[in-house]
Nanobody
Framework: QVQLVESGGRLVQAGDSLRLSCTAS????????MAWFRQAPGKERTFVAA????????YYADSVKGRFTISRDNGKNTVYLQMSVLKPEDTALYFC????????????????????WGQGTQVTVSS
């Protein structure tokens, strides 16, 4: 069974940069669509960024375009989220998610389509 493990979250100041990692381990097929979602206290889990591991195509929420970059290292089964110019509103629990479909679809912007999730890593941005 494949598991996703996120790491890298911590307390930072506004304007700082931070890189999150998501590593897949265990037996089973790999997820081709890998995504990052985030959830602030009392709010819904929202899309941040996604990557098609086969094509390298990237997708971003408007709120993070130009500040966040998703990338992968297929040899390490790891997906990264490089975050820069962090803002207090970026504070949330960040989750990594995976889906085996080969093509990114519109519903990949929503959490319900993903069948594999990590436990989350907390990012807190102080003002």
């Amino acid at each position: 069974q494949v598991q996703l493990v996120e790491s890298g979250g911590r307390l930072v100041q506004a304007g700082d940069s931070l890189r999150l990692s998501c590593t897949a381990s265990g037996r089973g097929g790999s997820s081709n669509i890998m995504a990052w979602f985030r959830q602030a206290p009392g709010k819904e889990r929202t899309f941040v960024a996604a990557l098609n591991r086969e094509t390298g195509s990237e997708y971003y929420a408007d709120s993070v375009k130009g500040r966040f970059t998703i990338s992968r290292d297929n040899g390490k089964n790891t997906v990264y989220l490089q975050m820069s110019v962090l803002k207090p509103e970026d504070t949330a629990l960040y989750f990594c998610a995976g889906d085996e479909k080969r093509t990114f679809r519109y519903d990949h912007f929503t959490a319900g389509v993903y069948n594999l999730w990590g436990q989350g890593t907390q990012v807190t941005v102080s003002s």
